[in-house]
Structure formats: C-alpha cells, structure tokens
C-alpha cells in the first residue's frame, strides 16, 4: 500500500502544503510519532536517500548500556552516522536544555559537512527545544545545588511530601504535575528558587516560535495496529535479552538510573528479579505502561500543527521515507 497524506491528519493537525513552507533556509527533518510507529527505519532511509546523518530525540536512548530495552537501532543495522546515543551513564542527571546544546551543535556541524539532518524520537519536548526558540532559565544543567537539595527532600521524605512543598509554594504548578511525577516536581520547585512558575512556563511553550527551519514530519498508525506492534515488541526485547541488559546494569550499580519512573521496561525487569513480581506480569506491566506512553506521545504530537502526518499503518519504512524525501525536493526545487 502507498503512503498517503491523509487529509485533515490526526485531530488538530494538517496536511502538507507546500506554499506554507517558503523554502528559505535549509531545513532540520523532523520525524516524529509514537513508539512502535517505524520511525528510526524510516529516518534511516530518508537519511539514506538525502545524504543525511541521524540525531536521535529520545530521552531514555542517551544512556549508555540501556540499549534494548529502549530500543536503540543496533550498531549493525546503522547504515548513516547516528547521533545523540549513549551520552551519559544510567541515573546520571540529564535534560531537554542538555539536549537542546548538544542536538544544535550536532546540527550546525552536519551541515557544515554538506549533509541533511534528521532529528528522530519520540520524545516531544527535546524535539521542540532543538528547534524552537526555547530559553531555559539557570538551573537546567549538571551540578545543581538546588536541585540537590530538593532530591534529597524526596529521599527522605517521600514523592507526596515533595509534591505537598509545591503545593503549599505554588498551588497552580502543582495541579497540572502528578503527585508521583517527582523529576517534573523537583523541576518546578527549582523554576520557583530561580522566580519562574512552572505552569506558566508550561502555557507560554505553545507560543515559542522556531528558531531552526524545519520540516516536521508525523509517523500515523491506527491504534490497534500500534498496541499489537507494542506488545510484539516487548516479546521481541525478551527474547533479544532484556533481562540479561538488566542483569548487567544492575551489577554495574546503576538500580537507581533502572528504577526511575520514565524507565519503562527496565523498572518492571528490576521487580521481576527482586521477587516482586513474575517475568509475565513484569512483561504484561511494560506492553501496558508502554501503551499508556504511546496514547501520551500522540496527544503530544498532535498539538503541534507544523507537523504533516503520514498514514503509515500498513506501509513500510521505505514507502514512508519515499514520500517524505519526495516532499522534501519538492520544496528544494
């Protein structure tokens, strides 16, 4: 089947038309979508196709050794140079303005060398801080002591405890980030020392313009098809071994880095082998939290209306990245 630009596109999102996109500086490809909608297959082919180098835009895939569990594109299978891989080790401190540095200079340095890049992931908020004008106030970085402070807070005293500190300081922050939800917490009471809110921070990020042209591109997949992919993929990191990457990591004294909220697949392996729960029902929580991420990513994705979407359910990675490196030359032109 060919892929199609279904018209209209997901709810509160568009079509491509090329006279919205003047062609006036080369531009960043930006592919999108949920996990388990095809798009590190895709980016490699598009980059494939247009001389291009991959810089990936997914928070779990920086950490090195975490590799099938977030589904990293092996070594072997990197046809193009990939970037944005491996940066820090498990549980190390890490964030969008982090990301935000190193992306552009990976950027800024691709084309310098006459080739395209193509930012990839699913992860909403580091795609939107490489290409939109995005300042991020003191405290983002490494070394931190008030953020310190405040996880030191939510070792001794508990997530509600921490989350209630922000209630009491800034009740509006507080009902927009869930009680369990302790890095965005901790984020918050650091925006506050520093005299920012976090919830008005988080209302002005919709009217932040670009600061890097880009073409943003969506990977659609009908959602029964994309929660069978989900959990066939969980089976597949089983088998590929999931438990045994755990295993290794934790021997390495990274549990900490393994057991944050945001690790799925790992947090769930970690109570297997501590006796918390069986492999299956370790296996049945990740294709269920993994979904859960999905639904969240797509609503994501969906409010941003630069983002031209692609009926990709039953088309593959080369049929996908055909129409994209075909829209792509045609605003060249």
């Not at 801080?129 to 002591?145: H, M, R, S, T």
């Not at 990977?219 to 590929?240: C, F, G, P, Q, T």
């Not at 990591?249 to 393994?258: D, K």
Request: proline share 5%; with cysteine.
């Amino acid at each position: 089947m060919e892929p199609t630009l279904p018209q209209g596109g997901p709810a509160g999102a568009k079509c491509f038309d090329e006279s919205d996109l003047p062609f006036d500086a080369r531009p960043v490809i930006v592919i999108v979508g949920p996990t388990a909608s095809g798009k590190s297959a895709c980016a490699i082919e598009v980059a494939k196709r247009l001389g291009g180098e991959v810089i990936s835009a997914d928070s779990m895939q920086v950490y090195r050794g975490m590799d099938i569990g977030t589904g990293k594109v092996p070594p072997s299978e990197r046809r193009v140079p990939h970037w944005g891989l491996d940066l820090v080790d498990p549980g190390q401190p890490y964030s969008a303005a982090l990301f935000q540095a190193y992306a552009r200079e990976r950027i800024s340095d691709i084309f310098s060398r006459g080739k395209v890049p193509i930012l990839c992931g699913g992860t909403g908020f580091y795609v939107r801080a490489v290409i939109d004008d995005y300042q991020f106030p003191a405290g983002e970085q490494l070394d931190n002591p008030v953020r310190e402070s405040y996880n030191r807070m939510l070792e001794e005293r508990g997530a509600l405890a921490l989350w209630q500190e922000l209630q009491r300081l800034d009740p509006e922050s507080a009902q927009v980030i869930h009680p369990n939800n302790s890095k965005r917490v901790v984020r918050a009471l650091e925006l506050l020392e520093a005299g920012e809110s976090y919830s008005r921070q988080k209302e002005a990020l919709s009217d932040i313009g670009e600061a890097i042209p880009a073409l943003q591109f969506g990977l659609s997949v009908e959602r029964k098809v994309l929660y069978d992919r989900i959990d066939r993929r969980v089976e597949d990191m089983v088998a590929e071994g999931l438990v045994g990457e755990v295993e290794g990591l934790l021997s390495a004294g990274f549990r900490e880095g393994l057991c944050a909220p945001q690790a799925i697949g790992y947090k769930e392996v970690v109570a297997a082998l501590e006796g918390r729960c069986s492999l299956d029902e370790a296996m049945a929580a990740v294709q269920q939290a993994s979904r859960r991420y999905a639904k969240r990513q797509i609503s994501w994705f969906k409010r941003d209306r630069r983002i031209y979407w692609i009926e990709a359910t039953y088309c593959s990675a080369e049929q996908t990245a055909g129409l994209i490196v075909e829209k792509v030359r045609g605003l060249a032109v």
